[in-house]
């Protein structure tokens, strides 16, 4: 697709991290593939527009910042009935090889800051370039600080949710915090903290709350077994122990379970 209105706000280069700056335009239901050669900044003047990259999809609306680092091809395309539009700035710094793809800030801050970077190249005011690369040091440093702590944060839910997953695959066991800490890459103290946060109950009462899960399946999906023999698959060793947790689960004993809903 031919870039429409397109245009150079940094012709003269004001800082040495900028590569260039632009405007592009996009028809409706149209799109435009384009190499991403160089980190960059995306503000969405109108409309509604997808990002295609070669790993993840994403839309970004009007006024919405986008931040991408460099990568071999990006497909743009407008979302929208109407035309859509942004304004992109290009720029090279060292720095930028730490921060992971940042898809959409909201944050009307940095929304301010790029709009700012634009009217402070279009007066020409004194000293106009050093604001310029002020704002620009700015808008690069709170996005690197936001990706820093989102990937933080995934970082601890994905460890947490392999702790998870691992007590759903291996409850019937005698699982440690050990177990679940060598699984997560945790100490037990900052894993069992993470794991109220995510779940909202210890590692032991999750581990407590899927053998009684896995016990009304049993119950009804194998109704021959016996109560002693359904505490061993769960691996509990004392069948009365099993039964005193179930009913305090449930409001019933697992007799009483099977009993009502098989027969109904």
Known sequence: MKNVGEYDFFSDNPVKEFVGAGFHKYRPCWGWERRISNA??????????????????FTAEKNDVVFLKSCDTAIIENEGELYSSLYYIAFNYDETCDLCISMINKNTSYRNLFKDILDSHLSKAPFSKLKITQLFLRLLYGLSVDNLHAN??????????????????????????SDLSRVSGYSESHLRRLFVKNFGMSPQNYIV???MEMAKEMLLDIPEKNVDEIADLLGISSSSYFCKLFKSKNG???LEFKRMNINS
Do not use: W
Not at 40 to 57: C, E, N, P, Q, R
């Open 252 to 254: 019933m004993s697992p």
């Open 209 to 211: 709350e899927k053998r």
């Open 152 to 177: 933080k944060e995934y970082m601890n839910v994905s460890r947490i949710n392999a702790a998870a997953e691992y007590i759903n695959v291996n409850y019937y066991k005698n699982i440690t915090m």
């Open 40 to 57: 960059s900044f995306y503000l969405i003047a109108d409309g509604k527009l997808k990002f295609t990259l070669h790993d993840t999809v």
